[in-house]
């Protein structure tokens, strides 16, 4: 029961990445710029956990569902899993969503009926 959090991390992950590689929109699209943003993004957010550790606010808390193995002090395994879901997820809305924009802006506009 230990590694459900962790399984589900990395299957949502698996499937954000099979909607990326279906509409080529962060890692298809752009392998080289994909990984350095999420690298920069996974360092961002890591900081951040350390910061908020270190000052006494985050806390790792007990979880059945998690694998109990921690990285350091208060940072769970799942963590650093997670911060890249978040990147990867964030980045495939972002990019669908401009992709969307762009094409509803192209789209000829239809007379309006008097």
């Known amino acids: 029961m ?4 962790l399984a589900s991390l990395l299957v949502s992950l698996g499937c954000m990445l099979l909607l990326d590689r279906r509409f080529r929109l962060f890692f298809w699209k752009d392998a080289l710029s994909a990984s350095v943003v999420t690298v920069v993004g996974l ?7 350390i910061a908020g550790i270190a000052g006494g606010i985050f806390f790792r808390g007990d979880g059945a569902i ?19 879901f978040l990147v990867v997820c964030t980045m495939i809305l972002y990019t669908g969503a401009v992709r969307v924009l762009r094409a509803l802006r192209r789209r000829p506009r239809r007379e309006q009926a008097s």
């Open 66 to 84: 998690a694998t109990g193995v921690v990285l350091a002090p208060e940072l769970p395994l799942e963590e650093p899993i997670f911060l890249v």
């Open 43 to 49: 360092a961002f957010f890591l900081i951040w956990d």
């Open 2 to 5: 230990g590694v459900v959090y």
